[in-house]
């Protein structure tokens, strides 16, 4: 058999950051009871009129800029026939031959070198319903049916899963640094089809198979090698690659059904909506909003210029330096807070931890903490007045509503229990209330020490430090056990 050579195309749907659905007034509300976030628009009830959120074509513009790409001055919904109970219509409205963006490129940096790669389009759609799989029924939501979509359609010139990776890795940080999506991922905000094929080097394009629904850079890669050692072993076995549609779940893909043909969505414009206008004052306010055009190569430009000085001048490491500077709003957070003379290995520890697993959480909620106060909570866990557990919970609140630390911390009765003797008690009391525990500890089972951990913690109200409760739990502990 002669070499086979990987070819790659990846589509990226990518949640636009609106407060409402893409055809109708509901809101987007992630986590909501299941079918409360819906109106008879996005259910598809009859006589119903769908009406354009102008918000989602004013950021599809943006995108589409960020990109290089051409944005048309007028563009057409059309519907996207096909059957499946997430899509109540019987339908989806998306866009077809005259989408709102064409062309356009990706310069993306791996394997030590810059590559640009090609777009075919950027398009405008709905989201679909979700099915949720229990035991032997499924139940549907359609809460986030009719949320509004931009399709990335890349040029399949991708060779490797690695590049794959590395290609939709840079498009998340173009699409989040321009403020299009929230981008949480584990949400389905930003989520890429893989269409995967291997081929004799020089000629055409083999049977292509779509892997869906990918929702990590990680997954990617691990799918596509997945996916061409599964094609390249079927092409040697003499069989042939069925083009179809297939499901990762991690570690192995699923056929979900036969690839369809646009022929098959017997796709025709939307009656119920009339072309898209954009004017030139629409490209001149989406290229306000963007630190430059094209974004992905002053992305790139700034990571290399600005890294080694972060690295240098805050003695972070690379990992860490990346992650902030992926992330504009937390960057940003992160030199006030050290300007402001917090630590910057404290500062980023709080920041790429819990500031921003709160902020990945929100569902877009404007992050409310400020530089000054970071400071000052990490100020009071360094001296003692404060427990990290405790302040991890004040964080919260911070991030959620801002305000003043102190006060939080007085009002909640949050402050740390500094009264050693009163801890010491309490360890003995807790030994002394659950014998049988301390006859196995004392026996030589380690593990119950956790038990006694969460009893001791649980005590005070996590107000006091875990090693002192440990301490204190292991001198009552190591006593000779009372006579019953």
């Not at 062309?103 to 405008?124: F, K, N, P, S, T």
């Amino acid at each position: 058999m002669s070499t086979l050579v990987p070819t790659i195309g990846l589509e990226v749907h990518c949640q636009i950051k609106t407060q409402t659905k893409m055809f109708c007034a509901c809101p987007i509300r992630h986590g909501a009871e299941p079918n409360t976030a819906v109106c008879a628009v996005c259910l598809g009830h009859p006589g119903t009129l769908p009406v354009v959120n102008d918000e989602a074509v004013r950021l599809a513009v943006r995108a589409g800029l960020a990109l290089s790409c051409t944005v048309h001055d007028r563009s057409i919904f059309a519907r996207k026939h096909y059957f499946y109970p997430d899509l109540p219509k019987g339908y989806q409205i998306s866009q077809f031959d005259q989408p709102l963006c064409t062309g356009g490129q990706i310069h993306v940096e791996h394997d030590g070198a810059r590559h640009v790669y090609a777009l075919e389009r950027i398009h405008m759609e709905e989201d679909a319903g979700k099915l949720i799989h229990a035991g032997e029924h499924s139940l549907v939501d359609w809460n986030r049916g009719g949320t509004p979509l931009i399709e990335i359609v890349g040029k399949p010139d991708l060779h490797s899963a690695e590049a794959a990776a590395a290609w939709f890795k840079m498009m998340h940080q173009v699409m989040t640094h321009a403020g299009i999506t929230v981008g949480n991922m584990e949400k389905g905000h930003f989520r890429c089809d893989a269409n995967v094929s291997l081929a004799p080097e020089g000629g055409p394009l083999g049977v292509r198979v779509e892997l869906k629904n990918i929702n990590s850079f990680r997954f990617l890669a691990k799918a596509v090698r997945h996916e061409i050692a599964r094609q390249t072993d079927v092409l040697a076995s003499g069989e042939r690659v069925v083009q179809s549609t297939r499901s990762w779940n991690g570690t192995d893909s699923v056929e979900l059904r036969s690839k369809e043909s646009a022929a098959d969505y017997r796709y025709f414009p939307d009656p119920d909506l009339g072309p898209v206008p954009v004017s030139n004052d629409d490209r001149v306010d989406a290229r306000a909003k963007l630190a430059a055009v094209p974004l992905d190569v002053w992305i790139l430009d700034q990571y290399r210029d600005r890294l080694e000085v972060i690295q240098s001048k805050y003695s972070v490491n690379a990992a860490d330096a990346m992650a902030l500077l992926s992330v504009p709003e937390l960057f940003s957070l992160f030199e006030a807070a050290v300007d402001a003379g917090g630590a910057s290995a404290s500062m980023n520890k709080w920041i790429r931890g819990p500031v921003a697993r709160w902020r990945n959480e929100s569902d877009g909620a404007p992050l409310k903490l400020q530089a000054e106060q970071l400071v000052a909570l990490d100020e009071m866990v360094v001296s003692g007045a404060l427990t990290r557990g405790l302040a991890r919970e004040v964080l919260q609140e911070l991030c959620a509503a801002g305000g003043d630390v102190k006060a939080i911390v007085t009002s909640r009765g949050l402050g740390r229990v500094e009264n050693t003797e009163k801890v010491q008690q309490m360890a003995h009391e807790i030994v002394d209330n659950n014998p049988d525990a301390a006859a196995r500890f004392r026996d030589g089972d380690a593990r119950v020490l956790g038990f006694f951990m969460g009893q001791g913690m649980r005590a005070f109200g996590g107000r006091v430090d875990a090693g002192e409760v440990r301490e204190a739990l292991l001198k009552a502990l190591s006593a000779p056990a009372k006579p019953v």
